[in-house]
C-alpha cells in the first residue's frame, strides 16, 4: 500500500512562513489527488486546506487562499504546501492526503501529520 511520508512543520511566528512536504511511495496505481487536510486543537474532524489533481490547478479552502500555496511533482508523487502569512488559527496538525484511483474504487491514504503552531 502507498504510504505518506511528511516533513517540516514547527513553530512559527505570526506573519511568518512555512513549508510542509509530502512523498508518496511507489503506487501500482494513478495518484489522482494530492492535498492536505488539518485538525485544529480540540477539533474533532480534518479541515481541507487544498488539493492539486494530476492535471489541472490546486483548489483552496477560503480560510488559506491567498496565503497557502500548493505545488506538486506528478512524476516524483510529491506535494508541498508553502504557508505564508501564518496566523494562530492556522496551529493544527497537518495531514497528506492521497486519493489513489484503484481499478474499481478511490482509495484514500493519510501520512502521519505533523505540528505546525503559530504563537508569539
Known amino acids: 500500500q502507498v504510504q505518506l511520508v511528511e516533513s517540516g512543520g514547527g513553530s512559527v511566528q505570526p506573519g511568518g512562513s512555512l513549508t510542509l512536504s509530502c512523498a508518496a511511495s511507489?503506487?501500482?496505481?494513478?495518484?489522482?489527488?494530492m492535498g492536505w487536510h488539518r485538525q485544529a486543537p480540540g477539533e474533532d474532524q480534518r479541515e481541507l486546506v487544498g488539493?492539486?489533481?494530476?492535471?489541472?490547478?490546486?483548489r483552496y479552502s477560503d480560510s488559506v487562499k491567498g496565503r497557502f500555496t500548493i505545488s506538486r511533482d506528478t512524476a516524483k508523487n510529491t506535494v508541498h504546501l508553502q504557508m505564508n502569512d501564518l496566523q494562530p488559527e492556522d496551529t493544527a496538525v497537518y495531514y497528506c492526503?492521497?486519493?489513489?484511483?484503484?481499478?474499481?474504487?478511490?482509495?484514500?491514504?493519510w501520512g502521519q501529520g505533523t505540528q505546525v503552531t503559530v504563537s508569539s
Open positions: 492526503e492521497a486519493l489513489i484511483q484503484q481499478a474499481t474504487d478511490y482509495l484514500t491514504v
Open positions: 488539493r492539486a489533481p494530476i492535471i489541472g490547478d490546486p
Open positions: 511507489k503506487s501500482e496505481y494513478p495518484i489522482a489527488v
